[in-house]
């Protein structure tokens, strides 16, 4: 991120002693978040950590209120995710990928608010902000073991 986020624990609606990790931070290029949510039970079945990445999709559509445009299939090392882009409320959108390692699903999420009046210099600022945020997630290597 190109600032110092905020932080912040949210508990999980129906999973009692459960807590959303986020960072955030906003600027005028556009929002920043990750997130992560840590289950009980490590998963390395991979039709499970699909169903796992469906709802952790589904929750994020859900509690956006926006629209499911886009979905790809994507991996960060040998951990499973994906990336999907949202038509978000007010003309906004988001790219957001989500990975599972062991019991944490990782989330990144990148949200546009572009104007009509933007110059094509920002446009391009934004598309680069976008790109290196995203690009930059990596795993510690005691937490991707």
Not at 59 to 69: I, M, W, Y
Not at 70 to 77: P, Q, R
Not at 92 to 103: D, E, H, N, P, Q
């Amino acid at each position: 991120m190109p600032g110092k986020p905020s932080e912040a624990t949210e508990p999980v609606e129906g999973h009692p002693g459960m807590e959303n990790h986020l960072l955030t931070l906003e600027t005028e290029v556009g929002g920043y978040l990750v997130s992560y949510l840590e289950f009980t039970e490590e998963t390395t079945d991979p039709e499970e950590i699909k169903r796992l990445l469906d709802r952790g999709r589904e929750g994020g559509v859900a509690k956006s209120g926006g629209e499911l445009v886009s979905e790809t299939e994507i991996k960060l090392g040998s951990h499973f995710g994906r990336e999907w882009i949202l038509k978000l409320p007010r003309g906004m959108s988001a790219t957001a990928r989500a990975y599972w390692v062991k019991r944490r699903l990782y989330q990144t999420v990148f949200v546009k608010n572009p104007k009509e009046t933007d110059s094509q210099e920002i446009r391009k600022l934004r598309q680069q902000a976008e790109a290196k945020f995203l690009g930059s997630f990596s795993l510690r290597d005691d937490v991707s073991n």
